[in-house]
């Protein structure tokens, strides 16, 4: 019966040993996720035609983002990758369109950058604005 009572212990060891994992995964929203160890991936809604381009909101959806350019041959798509790379601060070659180039929800993916480093910089723009 000892024996029973030892495994019992264990187990609570290693449950307790998950619990800040798990709560470590739960800081970032599910629209930015970690793709390899430099690659993160951002689920984008895209509000072309705006204005200026901002940072809309930032839930488990999507990154709301107004452009301020057209809708019309690639110009929003450009922008968008502009907008991003300067927000997080990494060149523009480091920013592509993963999929979603003929619609408003997108991927884009952002290379040699961290999920920590990308979600610091758009909570940044989103407090800035």
């Known amino acids: 019966m000892s024996s029973a009572k030892k495994s019992k212990k264990k187990s609570k060891v290693n449950s307790e040993e998950a619990k800040p994992v798990a709560a470590a995964a739960g800081v970032y929203p599910s629209c930015i996720r ?22 809309t909101d930032m839930n488990d959806e999507a990154l709301g983002l107004q452009i301020d350019a057209p809708a019309k041959d690639g110009e929003a798509n450009a922008a968008i990758l502009d907008f991003i790379s300067s927000v997080i601060g990494v060149k523009r070659r480091q920013v592509s369109i993963a999929s979603g180039s003929k ?27």
């Open 34 to 55: 970690l793709l390899s160890p430099t690659s993160v991936s951002i689920a984008v809604h895209a509000k072309p035609g705006s204005k200026l381009a901002a940072i």
């Open 103 to 129: 619609s408003r929800d997108k991927i884009v993916v952002v290379e040699e950058v961290t999920l920590q480093t990308v979600f610091d910089a758009l909570t940044r723009a989103t407090m800035n604005q």
